[in-house]
């Protein structure tokens, strides 16, 4: 715009009088070439409004448009299609981000599964049965109630996975594991404290019979 203005002036400050002395016909042309220039000005300026525009619209309907993983590619080499691949890695971003905040819900409760049970039988590991353990003895101390602890092993579990495999010896861990459960009442705890070891947290009793 300014070198316009500044172009517009010296035409019409020192190039206008050497064509023509009527003061008249000097201001319709000079108006005319002002005229010209504000229309050429405002084509110029919309094309590139459109341009960008375009852009922008073309740059959104690729984020929208593309599947997770797919590269997007800029025909464009000059200003506009830098603007385009930089506004399609931004939205790629933002999308990335807010898919992974969507999924760290599952992600943390998949990290509290992992820290506090057992992979295989679904079962409290050790970590889960020995902060159990702490609160019931805790609570024992408040009340004229008893805990017990149980511990149980599988004989021979070693000859299961020597002759079958150990595909059936996860078998028969988590027939096990499904036993135990049926045995004890809901609110006691079963835990698998590794390989064919278990332990029954038993709570609110009232002596070893109860055990």
């Known amino acids: 715009l ?3 203005l500044i172009l517009a002036y010296v035409f019409y400050t020192y190039f206008m009088p050497l064509l023509d002395r009527v003061q008249h016909t000097q201001d319709l042309f000079a108006v ?10 405002m084509a110029g300026g919309g094309f590139i409004i459109y341009d960008i525009g375009s852009a922008l619209t073309r740059a959104a309907n690729m984020v929208v448009e593309a599947k997770p993983g797919d590269v997007t590619t800029v025909e464009r080499t000059d200003e506009i ?3 385009m ?3 399609t ?3 790629s971003t933002i999308e990335h981000q807010s898919q992974e905040i969507n999924n760290f819900p599952k992600q943390l409760d998949q990290l509290t599964r992992q820290a506090f049970q057992d992979a295989l039988t679904g079962l409290p590991n050790r970590a889960l049965f020995m902060d159990r353990l702490a609160h019931a003895l805790t609570r024992t101390e408040r009340r004229a109630q008893h805990v017990a602890v149980l511990f149980l092993d599988l004989d021979r579990f070693k000859v299961v996975n020597d002759s079958l495999g150990h595909g059936m010896g996860d078998q028969v861990l988590v027939e096990s594991s499904r036993r135990l459960l049926g045995c004890v009442r809901p609110e006691d705890t079963v835990a698998r404290l590794g390989g064919d070891e278990f332990a029954i947290l038993l709570e609110d009793l009232d002596g070893v019979e109860g055990a």
Not at 32 to 41: D, E, H, N, P, R
């Open 85 to 87: 691949a930089s506004f």
């Open 32 to 41: 005319s070439v002002m005229l010209i220039f504000m229309a050429l000005l």
């Open 89 to 91: 890695k931004m939205m």
């Open 2 to 4: 300014i070198p316009l």
């Open 81 to 83: 299609g830098t603007l």
